[in-house]
T-cell receptor, first 112, second 113 residues
């Protein structure tokens, strides 16, 4: 039982490039989330999903897209990366009717 | 969603009890109070959650007064490994069918030898 895993762990992009971050969970959780964390700050919600095939916007969705084609996977896409998207990205999941969110180890993204 | 206020940083020494207080004046009836811990280069980890009075688990205790406008996370006999950022969050999963947690800047706890 690996919990929540994220791929890749670290990535460097040039402005304008695109990439996809993958989050996978093996706990059969219904809810999944993508957060970003900037230095010295708390986490901010980008997008979330309440089930397979459904997604919704969080606090800071601009510049990101998501997809949840399979229950265990939640993908975060950057179509045209900008330096302002340099951050650490965390994925989380939780079970329906339970409050606790389980977080992945994070993906560190640097956009030059 | 209720906003939370907690100290930016705290210092303690090994073996001491640490109490971190969080203010949430606008807490709603359905809101739970949850605390997460985050070590450098790791994702946050759930510590404890409560609705009212006192909750205790193997890691910490959570004290919530009757008016629920504040809460106190208590860490007994801290060690160096408790050095981390602690987040207080207030929210309810079931309002609107999702769990929208608002993370503030948290409290940076430094435990010294």
């Amino acid at each position: 039982n690996a919990g929540v895993t994220q791929t890749p762990k670290f990535r460097v992009l040039k402005t304008g490039q695109s990439m996809t971050l993958l989050c996978a969970q093996d706990m059969n959780h219904e809810y999944m989330y993508w957060y970003r964390q900037d230095p010295g700050m708390g986490l901010r919600l980008i997008h979330y999903s309440v089930g397979e095939g459904t997604t919704a916007k969080g606090e800071v969705p601009d510049g990101y897209n998501v997809s949840r084609l399979k229950k265990q996977n939640f993908l975060l896409g950057l179509e045209s990366a900008a330096p302002s998207q340099t951050s650490v990205y965390f994925c989380a999941s939780r079970r329906l009717n339970q409050e606790t969110q389980y977080f992945g180890p994070g993906t560190r993204l640097l956009v030059l | 969603l209720a906003k939370t206020t907690q100290p930016i940083s705290m210092d303690s020494y090994e073996g001491q009890e640490v109490n971190i207080t969080c203010s949430h004046n606008n807490i709603a009836t359905n809101d739970y109070i949850t605390w997460y811990q985050q070590f450098p280069s790791q994702g946050p980890r759930f510590i404890i959650q409560g609705y009212k009075t006192k909750v205790t688990n193997e890691v910490a205790s959570l004290f919530i007064p009757a008016d629920r406008k504040s809460s106190t996370l208590s860490l007994p006999r801290v060690s160096l490994s408790d050095t981390a950022v602690y987040y207080c969050l207030v929210g309810a999963s079931f309002s609107g069918g999702y769990n929208k947690l608002i993370f503030g800047a948290g409290t940076r706890l430094a435990v010294h030898p």
